[in-house]
């Protein structure tokens, strides 16, 4: 009976975490074991005793995951000392997170957009960060991954922003920066890069779990979103800088990128895209990041077609 009474308990926080649409996919969802504790905040959205969490006063660098799904949710970048009692965040990883009214009338609830576990709540106008949001979290919602267990690939294919959109929305990548790769001035800019002249592409830089979507996968998708044919850029984009390049770390990663040249060509495609060394990869600007997401817009010149 006891698990009968869980298990409806559970539904109900997922239903209203998620969109119809979205609970039709649970049955697929793996959810980790939670024990009583874990239970009473995650499900019955009990709030841990402040000042007690492993995850108040931890600063290791890595990510942050949904304790009963291990979904992505914060970046230690973001993390900051409220002095509150509990982690404090200033931002999530783009979609992780979904925001509800509490049961209070007042307050924001956070969840888990991904299996509705309840995470703690949302502030915002309280001055700590140039943000001005602070994510309150009970450190018994989350897990952490350290730094070292996640790997990074670099790929450019034209505007960034149509290729960040892309990558960052797969499971087992934690982050997707857009940034300039390729060149050799140091610390470039927007305005040099846009010349097409500093022999620096935009690309991006992906951090993945290896364990849940491998480095093949990621380059797929690469050559699914964008024209791996077009020499001369992307789309209405014309220039060098959004040439198609792969920048490979060792010769596993070259080994994978022309195998998968290798069988689009025997399918008939032209294949533009270029295989470099990995170089020196420089963050763009603010305003650049998480572009599509922000502006709640679509990309002009990307978009999927399946060619595996």
């Known amino acids: 009976m006891k698990k009968i009474l869980l298990y409806l308990l559970l539904s109900v926080t997922l239903i209203t975490a998620l969109d119809a649409a979205e609970f039709l996919k649970l049955p697929s969802l793996h959810l980790n074991k939670l024990n009583e504790q874990e239970t009473s905040v995650i499900l019955y959205k009990a709030t841990e005793k402040p000042f007690s969490g492993k995850y108040y006063k931890f600063n290791e660098e890595g990510v942050y995951l949904c304790k009963q799904c291990s979904a992505p949710l914060y970046r230690s970048k973001d993390k900051f000392d409220a002095h509150c009692g509990w982690p404090s965040f200033d ?10 009214q509490d049961a209070d009338g007042y307050r924001t609830e956070i969840v888990c957009a991904n299996c509705g576990a309840h995470l703690g709540h949302v502030f915002e106008g309280e001055g700590f960060t140039k943000k001005d949001t602070r994510y309150c979290v009970n450190s018994i919602s989350l897990q952490f991954q350290k730094e070292e267990k996640l790997k990074k690939a670099y790929f450019a294919g034209g505007c960034f922003w149509g290729v960040e959109y892309y990558l960052e929305k797969q499971k087992g990548v934690t982050s997707v920066v857009s940034g300039y790769m390729g060149g050799k001035k140091k610390n470039p800019t927007y305005q040099d890069v846009s010349k097409g002249d500093t022999g620096y ?7 993945y779990d290896p364990g849940k979507i491998s480095y093949e996968a990621l380059a797929k998708l690469f050559f699914e979103i964008h024209d791996p044919t077009q020499k001369d850029g992307q789309g209405p984009d014309i220039g060098s800088q959004y040439k198609s390049v792969i920048f490979v770390a060792n010769k596993k990663e070259r080994k994978t990128i022309d195998k998968l040249i290798t069988v689009l060509q025997s399918k008939g495609y032209a294949i533009a895209t270029t295989v470099q060394k990995q170089t ?7 305003y650049h990041q998480d572009y599509y997401q922000r502006k709640g817009k679509t990309p002009y010149c990307h978009g999927y077609v399946k060619r595996f």
């Open 91 to 100: 931002d999530a990883i783009p979609g992780a997170i979904k925001r509800v």
């Open 201 to 207: 592409l935009e690309a991006v830089q992906v951090t």
């Open 280 to 286: 020196v990869f420089y963050k763009a600007e603010k």
